[in-house]
């Protein structure tokens, strides 16, 4: 039976020289920013010049003070600073979020509140909860630019990349990279601020070139992050969903769309689902991870988003006649997860009028092609699973199809899994070329008897990535994403062995608390893409909750994201393209505001965009649904028996970022970064490690997961701010079943009914909405 969660003292957490708190001083000629670590045992300084207009200058003091003597240093500073102005106390922050200029001073952002959100192998996790934009250049040297009515509209637009919603950090653990890449990572001593999920590259460039490393900066992850720690018939574990969105190609919902030149998709989502378990202090801590994608169709595609009409009609573009930039993207993916890749796409069939089925037909074609220049190894295995239709049949049939597609595809891709010390990786953060006493050589490592206690046991490591898509990747595949990662927790569970009842049940209390999560997770990169939370009718209906009130509110949705979209998204877009360095404000060039959206939303960059020649061609195209040939049908799928693989796990990609160059200019051929393999990971542990069954087929052997069958028993959650609360309070410190050369799986009939919303009856329920209107915002058709 289950227990309450026991609140013991908290274990030491990570005590690496990182800095971690800082005081702003200012004279008229400098600004002074000192910095402590965690412990208080050291102090460092950096002084910003504030008589340079065009040029950002920083200059960095080696020496680490102690507490005394930077006591002393400030009181010297405060006389010799006397007849100048004074030597003044400006802000308190927790980090520099990176510096950034419009058309004439630079400014500097700042942290100036933080909260803990939670902690991964000891390494504490926090989200930003306050920020502070501080202009550098004394008001004295200002001219009228800085005033002007141009600079403060850049000012306010920047605000509008919220940066106290859903984005992370943590000074002793790369937040950017999954799990099995900080494990395994073997990089020491570089620069990982410039990956792809870091969303502040661009405003801490200058910093990280000008003192070549990166103490005084936070490195911020966009997206959702949730903890909560369970205790299941006396287990206790953590769960954490971590989903980080990628900054290549980044924007919103019409304004991002389809693949770019190079590869990177619009609304490229990666979730991480680690699960530890709870251990007593100085123990390895038993720990898993699956980890599954999301992304926009990686085909050339566009919608112009109207006022009179909330479904546009899609627009394909062909001019990639060999699909250059969809193998990038594919090839993007082995790098980052390995060699599998399986494709679960839930775009429709059957419609009345061709929208989706557009984009399905060219899809399927395109895998097809891709599969026929790669061996068997190689080829991207894709489901084409209409969900709407099998929805509309019952949520419970289509979410078990939905299980029985994740089962193969996690027997396939296997999960990671280790048993780490906490701490494990942290060393790896520090890139400072002043500290006195540098960082020991792999070999030296290696050789230290106290370096090897604080390795990781590695036993399993996930080869390959479940990546998901509908026409939005919102709500279709937030539904489909909570799926596998339920079958993966049922999965991580066992593996961590951790007994219960079968956790893919909706009758598990583990089921609805992680459902919830999976909700929380898709309101929130829904209101970031789509202008608004996610659509629950899905998830309504498979805890058989759906009532009027439910459909009231995805009313209000639908008409909240159609508002959103057309009369918010192009402010948005400006402010993301300022934030990440897309478009660069230059005196005597067009504002942002007066290029049109062809010229400032095309995904290039450089000093400033080209905007001669950029608007693309664009030819309608309305394809019937082009299927691929030797279709396999979905109920033969579903009763078929998996055969259970005895590959072991060769030739994988441990999950990682690639380092694309910063500058979003399409490059003249494409290359990526070599990233270590799973071989190598393995041979570091030695094979007397890997427990039996531990093959990246084992899951094979386990039970199928069977939803639907109630198991009563007790069980507890305990989100992580409540436990730091508590804390604080307390002064705690098998690959046939999948598409080959020719092969997909479809849907089992097609028809040429469209999916509706229902809608509403009775005018009164939203006051001043007809019934023709709340139609025609679900389904596009005029009153």
């Not at 099998?390 to 048993?419: M, Q």
């Amino acid at each position: 039976m289950g227990s309450e969660p026991r609140f013991e003292p908290r274990p030491q957490l990570i005590d690496l020289p990182v800095l971690q708190k800082f005081k702003l001083y200012a004279t008229p000629s400098n600004f002074y920013l000192i910095g402590r670590d965690e412990n208080k045992s050291f102090r460092r300084i950096l002084k910003i010049d504030r008589r340079d207009l065009n040029e950002l200058n920083l200059f960095e003091d080696p020496t680490r003070y102690t507490r005394e003597e930077m006591r002393e240093l400030k009181r010297r500073m405060i006389v010799g600073n006397e007849d100048s102005g004074g030597f003044k106390a400006i802000a308190t922050c927790y980090g520099i979020i990176g510096f950034v200029k419009f058309l004439e001073p630079y400014y500097m952002l700042v942290i100036t509140k933080r909260k803990k959100v939670g902690e991964i192998c000891g390494h504490t996790v926090y989200g930003i909860a306050e920020s502070q934009m501080i202009v550098i250049p004394h008001p004295s040297i200002q001219t009228k630019v800085a005033k002007s009515d141009a600079e403060q509209r850049y000012k306010r637009l920047l605000s509008v990349v919220d940066l106290s919603k859903n984005f992370y950090f943590s000074y002793t653990y790369h937040l950017m990279y999954t799990l099995q890449k900080n494990i395994g990572n073997t990089e020491r001593g570089n620069v990982h601020d410039n990956t792809m999920f870091v969303w502040n590259a661009f405003l801490t460039r200058e910093i990280r070139r000008i003192l070549q490393n990166t103490i005084w900066t936070v490195a911020l992850v966009y997206g959702f992050f949730q903890q909560t720690k369970c205790s299941v018939s006396g287990e206790e574990f953590v769960f954490t969903i971590i989903a980080r969105r990628s900054r290549h190609y980044a924007g919103t919902r019409y304004l991002r769309r389809g693949v770019n030149d190079i590869g990177r998709v619009a609304n490229d989502v990666e979730t991480e689902q680690i699960v530890s378990r709870v251990v007593p202090a100085g123990e390895k801590i038993p720990i898993t991870s699956v980890v599954q994608i999301r992304g926009s169709i990686p085909l050339f595609w566009s919608q112009e988003a109207s006022v009179f009409n909330p479904q546009p009609e899609i627009i394909l573009n062909k001019k990639d006649a060999n699909y250059v930039a969809t193998q990038h993207h594919f090839e993007n993916l082995r790098q980052r997860y390995g060699k599998r890749i399986i494709i679960l796409n839930l775009l429709k069939t059957g419609e009345k009028k061709h929208r989706e089925t557009i984009l399905r037909g060219e899809f399927a074609k395109t895998i097809r092609y891709i599969n026929k220049g790669a061996d068997k190894e190689n080829r991207l295995k894709a489901i084409h699973f209409d969900l709407s239709k099998h929805y509309k049949k019952g949520a419970d049939g289509a979410f078990n199809h939905l299980c029985i597609f994740s089962r193969k595809a996690l027997e396939l891709t296997d999960l990671f899994y280790c048993k780490a010390p906490s701490g494990v990786g942290g060393d790896g953060v520090i890139y400072d070329s002043f500290y006195n006493n540098p960082l020991p050589s792999q070999d030296e490592e290696a050789s230290s008897p106290e370096r090897k206690t604080f390795k990781a046991d590695i036993y399993l490591l996930q080869n390959g990535v479940l990546r998901t898509n509908c026409i939005d990747c919102l709500d279709r595949t937030n539904f489909a994403q909570y799926a596998h990662g339920l079958v993966a927790l049922e999965h991580q569970l066992r593996t961590l062995g951790i007994s219960g009842p079968p956790v893919v049940d909706l009758n598990n209390p583990l089921a609805i608390e992680l459902m919830e999560v999976y909700q929380n997770m898709g309101n929130t990169l829904a209101l970031q893409y789509g202008g608004s939370e996610a659509h629950s009718k899905m998830f309504c209906d498979l805890r058989g909750n759906w009532n009027m009130v439910r459909r009231q509110r995805d009313l209000i949705t639908a008409m909240r994201r159609h508002y959103n979209n057309a009369y918010q998204d192009s402010d948005k877009q400006n402010a993301i393209n300022v934030f990440l360095g897309h478009f660069r404000p230059r005196l005597g060039r067009p504002a942002l505001w007066e290029l049109d959206s062809d010229q400032h939303n095309i995904g290039r960059s450089g000093s400033n965009l080209d905007i001669e020649n950029m608007r693309p061609l664009i030819r309608r195209s309305f394809s019937d649904n082009i299927l691929m040939d030797c279709e396999l049908n979905l109920e033969e799928l579903v009763r078929e028996n998996s055969q259970p693989s005895h590959e072991g796990l060769n030739g994988g990609i441990s999950g990682t970022n690639i380092d694309f160059p910063f500058c979003e200019t399409e490059p003249a051929s494409l290359s990526f970064l070599s990233v270590m393999r799973n071989e190598d990971l393995l041979r570091e542990t030695g094979s007397g490690q890997m427990f039996t069954g531990s093959s990246s087929n084992h899951l094979s052997h386990r039970p199928s997961d069977v939803p639907g069958f109630a198991h009563s028993y007790k069980t507890k959650f305990t989100p992580a701010e409540e436990i730091f609360e508590r804390c604080s309070s307390k002064s705690c410190s098998s690959d046939n079943l999948f598409t080959d050369l020719d092969e997909s799986v479809t849907s089992l009939t097609d028809t040429n009914s469209s999916f509706d919303f229902p809608i509403i009856g009775g005018s009164d329920v939203l006051p001043g909405f007809s019934n023709e209107f709340a139609r025609w915002v679900f389904s596009g058709r005029p009153w």
